[in-house]
């Protein structure tokens, strides 16, 4: 049967995604160093635990969907997934690939589970999820893990509840550990954690709610699904929203997880920075 060995978060700046591949020099710069010198442990975990797959909760930005056209969920069902120029100045970064047998046993458990999916067979991932496949990946090494990409809205309002997204989370763990292949999947949650790019609080930064989250989702995530998602917006900045998509891959876990290890820095660009590794209970 397939298992989920654990669940990692970090956020997805592009600004980090332009300084990835000058990672051995940046790590010295005292700008980067905070950041870069907390990747080390959780490539060694990943080494460690060699997943076959990497399901990844993230957000669209503009790249595959528009305000035209917002769906709540959706999720690739494709045997690639391509990146392409966002228009932030970061390389292009290689393909990815897809598990579309793994994809549809998740899209149809989630629809028995009254998650009614947008089911993607073709879908370009933007920074929301290369960043992070790249800075876990060193070198965008990720060749040989398959990806299943879970978008979730973050951009347009209305936005799902952070109940509702760890609840699709759980839907996605039960998903997952009802697919008969002996796999070892991990889970992403990626973005965050609180900021705000744009209006009157346009580099907001709440440093206190912040290390409450990175404490809570770890042995208490329920605590965090009380907010309403205009309560998150309100502590964690607009974009800070994305924190969601942090609770969606803690939902997917068993109750029971180890921390391995996180990271809090302020600041990147505009944005207060998180990393967790959590591995799950056997
Ligand atoms: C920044 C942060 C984001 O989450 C994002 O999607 C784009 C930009 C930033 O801080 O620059
Ligand atoms: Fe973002």
Redesign the pocket.
Known sequence: MARIVGGLTT?????IGNAVPREKELVNDPYWKPFFAAYPPARAWLEKVKPDVAVVIYND?GLNFFLDKMPTFAIGAAAEYKNADEGWGIPTTPPFKGDPELSWHIIESLVHDEFDVTTCQEMLVD??FTVPMSLFWKNNTYGNVRTVPVCINTVQHPLPSPLRCFKLGQAIGRAIESYPKDLKVVVLGT?GMS?Q?DGERAGFINKKFDLMCLDKIVNEPEVLTRYSIHELVREAGA?GA?FILWLAMRGALSGKVTKILSNYHIA????ATGLLVLENAA
């Open positions: 956020s997805h700046i592009p600004a930005h920074h929301g973005g900021h790019l974009q994305e990147v660009s505009n944005t």
